[in-house]
């Protein structure tokens, strides 16, 4: 009987340490999950941020400012522009 006795303290012993590791481990991962979060978090709001940088630097008034000053550009005078039209192909229908 006090084998039994033994066996069945040192099962209970086990199972003990066994439960106060797996809670420490749940612990441990949960404090990296929330870290992670908080990550994730960051990382989207800094792409949001982003994205409002984008469309603010990538407008055409913008575009057209930089490349007036920064750039020297300028847009070319009526008489050095042709419009060309478009031919139908040969392959098309025909008139």
């Known amino acids: 009987m006090v084998r039994l006795n033994l066996l069945l303290l040192a099962l209970i ?14 612990r441990k991962l949960y404090n990296e999950l929330q870290v992670e979060q908080a990550s994730a978090k960051r990382f989207e709001e800094e792409i949001a941020r982003l994205q409002v940088d984008q ?12 490349a007036r000053e920064r750039l020297g550009m ?16 040969a392959g098309g229908s025909s008139r």
């Open 55 to 66: 469309s603010t630097w990538s407008t055409p008034s913008r575009i057209e400012r930089v």
């Open 13 to 26: 012993v086990v199972s003990s340490l066994a439960l106060v590791t797996s809670q420490q481990q749940a």
């Open 74 to 89: 300028h847009a070319p005078e009526a008489s050095h522009t042709r419009v060309l039209g478009v031919e139908a192909s």
